[in-house]
Nanobody
Framework: QVQLVESGGGLVQAGGSLRLSCAAS????????MGWFRQVPGKERELVTA????????YYADSVKGRFTISRDNAKNTVYLQMNSLKSEDTAVYYC???????????????WGQGTQVTVSS
């Protein structure tokens, strides 16, 4: 079993930055692919970005390319999401996800965090 705990959400003005963190426990972290999803009320949860266990392979949704950066520190069992140039449409609950398989973490991850709210005011 893997436990994921997100932190770092909050309220920020448009154009500002936030960094989310997700601390993992319960399994060898470097063997887990990690992802960040987001969801707004009435819409499906969508994949924002993902990273392989080694950190060498990353994926970004078109809507966040060039603005968001995913990274991980395997020594600290933590994955990060640096969000810059935030827009009002980035407002959502952001969820951390994990799965042993990188392709699966993008579609149907086995483990989820509880979510953290990000609100971007215009």
């Amino acid at each position: 079993q893997v436990q994921l705990v997100e932190s770092g959400g909050g309220l920020v003005q448009a154009g500002g930055s936030l960094r989310l963190s997700c601390a993992a426990s319960g399994r060898t972290f470097s063997r887990l692919a990690m992802g960040w999803f987001r969801q707004v009320p009435g819409k499906e949860r969508e994949l924002v970005t993902a990273i392989s266990g080694s950190g060498y392979s990353t994926y970004y949704a078109d809507s966040v390319k060039g603005r968001f950066t995913i990274s991980r520190d395997n020594a600290k069992n933590t994955v990060y999401l640096q969000m810059n140039s935030l827009k009002s449409e980035d407002t959502a609950v952001y969820y951390c996800a994990a799965d042993p398989v990188v392709n699966t973490v993008k579609t149907a991850p086995a483990y989820w965090g509880q979510g953290t709210q990000v609100t971007v005011s215009s």
